[in-house]
């Protein structure tokens, strides 16, 4: 097994898993937030359809065999992420090694690049409860830090932002109808 001891810190690792997950089309992303199972995924996104992806960051050999003993981990139906991966250097873990149905990326001369491609099934319904827990917690947290305005008035801000400019919204800036969101488009069949 190759293993470039480059030294790269799990913290700069999240930030790469976010940029993917950006990339790999996730409009939500979220890092190293906790869930009510006591996961706290280091980078999880979701695309249309509520399809939601997992990345898992592991530095060294250590930390990725010691993440095999978790509750989740040893139960994967209470894990979240219908696709997981972990995101490690270049060879410090092998596809032999991984979890069933679990992906692998390494950061290879700064690039995040698909080794391994997850399976797309993997969330049950109890890790779908999970990830909704996790994003309802995380809201109220933006709630708490713009109180007295509840979520609904933060998002309404433009509207506020038109109404002071005579009906026209400052330059560079789209009315809310107009502005891109696929989690508002409607699902296409299967």
Request: glycine share 8%.
């Amino acid at each position: 097994m190759r293993y470039n001891m480059k030294v790269m810190t799990h913290t700069q690792l999240v930030e790469k898993a976010v940029r993917w997950l950006r990339s790999y089309r996730c409009g939500v992303v979220l890092s190293e937030q906790a869930c009510a199972s006591g996961e706290m995924p280091d980078a999880i996104g979701w695309k249309q359809a509520c399809h939601s992806v997992l990345v898992e960051c592991k530095v060294t050999r250590a930390d990725f065999l010691a993440d095999r003993g978790k509750p989740f981990r040893l139960k994967p139906d209470k894990g979240v992420g219908g696709e997981r991966f972990y995101l490690t250097p270049p060879g410090l873990v092998n596809v032999e090694e991984l979890p069933s149905g679990w992906g692998l990326l390494e950061l290879r001369r700064g690039r995040v690049e698909l080794v391994h491609a997850s399976a797309k099934n993997l969330r049950t319904t109890t890790g779908f409860r999970y990830e909704m827990n996790l994003l309802l917690a995380s809201l109220r947290r933006v709630e708490v830090r713009i109180e007295p305005q509840s979520i609904t008035d933060f998002l309404r801000w433009k509207n506020r932002m038109a109404e002071y400019n005579r009906g026209t919204l400052p330059e560079g800036l789209q009315a809310t109808e107009e502005e891109p969101n696929a989690f508002l488009e409607p699902e296409l069949p299967g």
